[in-house]
């Protein structure tokens, strides 16, 4: 049967030979055997013993743990256990840096958006993350109640062209524009704005919100706070 010095099985597993000695101290590793020269020497069930202690410690199990493991006569169910317990830790941590990457990757896409960058676009910059999730709701919401109507839409519109039936569209129109007006209001209400030149947050009138240009994210207004026409930021901010 192979015999190993401290210095091979510390070789084998990849660790240090402070690290064996350490195990051993703690009593988890004991050599089977000293030599006559007192050095330790390890059986090969010492050594299977220490890659099991190896993959524990890769896992992030603590030598406290891997110690009362260890001692255990059903070991290879309550490593199983332990096992899935850590993976679900790290699923977590997985999910948590991911979700910090994801807003450290959204930051940089809105600094790319600010003309002048300065100190208070980092203060912008966080309100709009802050009610980032608030806002997605919102849309999905809208999303969730325009598409049936925009369906209904265009599949009269098709109707009228095939067959110049066009009075149901007609009817339709006049049934939708209430449904489009409480929808903007209903959306409207929800939102607020801040600008680019003060960086306050305004909230502005229906009327020029509901017909002033706009992309996905921006609304081009007239601030209440210093009266900057231009590109306002939209986000999330109910009123009270």
Known sequence: ???????????????????VQYYDTRGILTPSELSKGGRRLYSEDDFKRMKIICFLRDVGIS?????????????????????EQQEQLLRKEISERQAKLDMLNEIKREIKNVEDFSIESIGDIAYVM???????QLHAILLIIGTP???????????????????????????AIPCVFWLSSYYFKRTVYICPQCHGVFKPGFKEVFFAKHTPTLRKLTCTCCGHKGFCVETYGKDE
Request: glycine letters at 6%; hydrophobic letters at 50%; one cysteine or more.
């Open 130 to 136: 802050e009610n980032k999730k608030k806002m997605k």
């Open 1 to 19: 049967m192979s015999k190993y010095t401290t210095g091979e099985i510390a070789k084998l597993c990849g660790v240090s030979v402070r690290t």
């Open 63 to 83: 030598i406290n743990s891997i110690g009362e493991l260890l001692s255990e006569t059903n070991l290879s169910s309550i490593i199983s256990t332990l096992l």
């Open 149 to 175: 109507i925009s369906i209904i839409q265009w599949t009269l519109i098709i109707l009228w062209i095939a067959t110049g039936i066009w009075w149901p569209f007609v009817l339709f129109v006049l049934m």
